[in-house]
């Protein structure tokens, strides 16, 4: 364990007040949700080759891809796993698979966000499609892109806020949708950021925004208090790319990193 002392009122910081920050009328473009392909799921089977009890779940049991990189489950239980062939939904009795017929921009999900209303955020991998918005209480399935006023379509990451807003990390800044206000607002290194490359996003349980930035710094934003730390190599952080930013019951923050 290395451990490096730093002075938390030293780290550099830059003046943030989002009331300041670019702003547009929010806008989606919307259409019918089809109705997904319902598959009842067979038992999962051993895995080849296992010792244990390790079982499998794929293709066999009705999910439609074999590359999975999301698993969210809403408050009904269902669970949401993105694939590379479309969204599956899983009851624990049927499979439910969402692609292109039913409305979807591209196959290849790479991360879901259920929000405090029950919708789900998709983004998509490779082809850069932005974000699908899903409410299956409604039936309406909405996108938005950069011709509705994203920043980038090649969409990093996102988060909700405890004021119900969703942020959106692009390589070309930070987006954030107030569905309420109907806004989007969108943040580069020009109103504060270290640069525009962002990637992963995570509020901790004081409200701060916590976001990696060109792969190797975390800006920390204070809303309340308007400012965004820096933090990098300078301030102990290592020189290794980081992935994945979380908190642990006692309020400390862990980062996941290529080198530990």
């Not at 089977?45 to 999910?63: I, P, S, V, Y």
């Not at 820096?230 to 923050?253: A, M, P, V």
Request: hydrophobic fraction near 30%.
């Amino acid at each position: 364990l290395i451990e490096t002392r730093f002075n938390w009122k030293n780290v550099p910081d830059t003046v943030f007040n989002l009331d300041n920050m670019p702003s547009a009328k929010l806008r989606f473009r919307s259409g019918i949700l089809g109705k997904p392909k319902r598959t009842k799921s067979g038992l999962p089977r051993l895995k080849d080759g296992a010792t244990e009890n390790l079982l499998q779940f794929g293709m066999d049991q009705g999910l439609s891809g074999t590359i999975y990189t999301k698993f969210i489950k809403d408050k009904n239980g269902i669970l949401w796993i993105a694939t590379d062939d479309g969204l599956c939904s899983f009851d624990g009795e049927y499979c439910e698979n969402y692609s292109l017929a039913q409305g979807l921009n591209y196959n290849w999900i790479y991360d879901i966000l259920i929000d405090s209303h029950e919708q789900l955020w998709i983004s998509y991998n490779y082809n850069r499609n932005g974000v699908t918005v899903i409410n299956r209480g409604t039936g309406i399935i909405k996108h938005i892109t950069t011709s509705e006023g994203l920043n980038s379509n090649n969409v990093r990451g996102f988060t909700e806020d405890n004021k119900g807003r969703i942020w959106i990390s692009t390589d070309r800044g930070l987006n954030i949708i107030d569905q309420q206000a109907g806004t989007i607002k969108n943040v580069g290194k020009a109103q504060g950021l270290s640069g525009n490359n962002t990637g992963f996003i995570f509020q901790d349980r004081e409200g701060k925004i916590w976001m990696i930035v060109n792969e190797r710094t975390i800006d920390i934003i204070d809303e309340r208090k308007g400012f965004i730390k820096h933090l990098d190599e300078q301030q102990g952080i290592g020189n290794k790319n980081i992935n994945y930013i979380t908190e642990d019951k006692l309020g400390r923050i862990w980062l996941g990193t290529d080198g530990g």
